[in-house]
């Protein structure tokens, strides 16, 4: 009988233990925590976004396969894995309903605050893919005009009805949903820059659940601090999580804890993902039909016309709940931030599952 497949987890990934047989061995550690000398004796990695993966992390171990848990790939150096031949997974759009679901919920407890309703605003999604275009789908369905701004998809299919960066921004509502990219020709980083949020006013909404690093967080807190007319901020990421800038999120209408894409679902649609691609490359079993079941939404909701959207939405994801648990540590930052992401409450998908197709730029 051969040796089972020894594998280093965080801990934040559900399942992975009723996932496999006596086939492999698992050892959980906070993602923050693993180091090189925890490797030595491993052939398999698992991690989410908080683990660094390159050289500094693998050279030196008998790591053959790394898995990340999520959608992007900015904690990933792919460059690295590839020249050594090691194996890679991660789960793209495992967690997209659920930052959905985040997304309209906050867009809805702007609304209240405004006293307005989503067939009276426009929302500019910038970042048209797995996430943004889900976006799309529901807010049309409920009546919401989008524009959307996604220049590297633009090239490919300049015959699709997209905006500018600058066109954005006259939307009511502008919601960021593009992958951390540093190289030309279409850099993210700093992508909220000071003329971007120069261009919006009071009675905007301005939401990042992308990536930190697309809005400098120091030029924000000054644009904040020196204009009384600048847009309600809502920010699920930040730049150098766990150390947050706490002034910056005092002037936010809502802030969370990186906690967009946290509902159940999506994480275990992520270790299925994961595992699949696993045991596929190590030609070991899998229990898919167990961890599958965890993925369905129980009772999905179909929102109708008639019914009183903004309330049930929050009723369904009550995100100011978030935004008090972050408020309410902020002398214990930045301890508590991930505190806050290992303990945080059970929260379901909600919204009945829609298909993503082409944008329609409606």
């Not at 600058?166 to 919601?175: G, L, R, Y």
């Not at 299925?272 to 190590?282: D, E, I, K, N, V």
Request: proline share 6%.
């Amino acid at each position: 009988m051969s040796a089972p497949l020894r594998i280093i987890a965080d801990e934040n990934i559900p399942g992975l233990s009723a996932a496999f047989s006596s086939e492999v061995q698992i050892r959980y550690l906070p993602g923050r925590e693993i180091k090189r000398h925890h490797l030595q004796q491993t052939d398999v990695l698992l991690v989410r976004s908080v683990t660094q993966v390159n050289a500094d992390l693998v050279q030196g171990t008998p790591i053959k396969f790394i898995g990340s848990a999520t959608i992007g790939l900015d904690h990933i150096d792919l460059s690295y894995l590839n020249k050594f031949g090691i194996g890679f997974a991660y789960a793209p759009g495992s967690n997209a309903q659920s930052v959905v679901e985040y997304v309209l919920a906050a867009i809805a407890y702007w609304l209240q605050q405004e006293n307005k309703s989503f067939e009276t605003i426009s929302v500019g999604i910038v970042g048209v893919g797995r996430i943004g275009g889900l976006l799309q789908m529901y807010l049309e369905k409920l009546g919401v005009r989008c524009l959307l701004c996604d220049p590297p998809r633009q090239a490919q299919q300049p015959d699709l009805p997209f905006c500018s960066l600058q066109e954005i921004t006259k939307a009511d509502v502008i919601s960021f949903h593009v992958p951390l990219n540093l190289s030309q020709p279409w850099p993210t980083k700093s992508m909220i820059d000071e003329d971007f949020l120069s261009s919006l006013g009071k009675g905007q909404l301005l939401i990042n659940s992308a990536r930190g690093d697309i809005l400098d967080n120091q030029m924000a807190l000054n644009h904040y601090q020196n204009y009384v007319n600048a847009p309600a901020l809502v920010l699920d990421v930040w730049q150098n999580e766990p150390q947050i800038n706490v002034d910056l999120l005092k002037y936010c209408l809502l802030a969370t804890p990186h906690i967009a894409g946290y509902a159940v679902e999506g994480k275990w649609r992520a270790t299925l993902m994961l595992c699949q691609a696993l045991a596929g490359y190590f030609n070991i079993s899998v229990n898919s039909a167990y961890l599958d079941a965890k993925t369905q939404t129980s009772n999905p909701w179909v929102p109708q016309a008639d019914e009183k959207l903004l309330e049930l939405l929050q009723s369904y994801y009550p995100i100011a709940r978030d935004d008090k648990a972050l408020r309410g540590v902020i002398n214990n930052l930045p301890q508590s931030f991930d505190i806050l992401r290992k303990n945080y409450p059970v929260r379901h998908e909600f919204l009945a599952p829609i298909a993503v197709t082409n944008i329609s730029g409606g």
